[in-house]
């Protein structure tokens, strides 16, 4: 089996126990991870309006 096959099984299978042991916790880290998304998509827009103006 290749190195890279290996390591996204294990990495899916750790999400996979992630979320059935700590729910709420993952639950926090992707509203974390999609709020800091939201931010950069927003600071983005601002710095290219300011750009344009």
């Known amino acids: 089996m290749n190195v890279k096959k290996v390591a996204t099984y294990v990495a ?4 996979i126990f992630y979320l059935l042991t700590q729910p709420t916790a ?3 880290a992707v509203r974390g ?3 800091g998304i939201t931010t950069g998509a927003e600071r983005l827009a601002t710095f290219f309006t300011s750009l344009t103006t």
């Open 12 to 15: 899916v299978a750790f999400v």
């Open 26 to 28: 993952a639950a926090a």
């Open 33 to 35: 991870m999609f709020d």
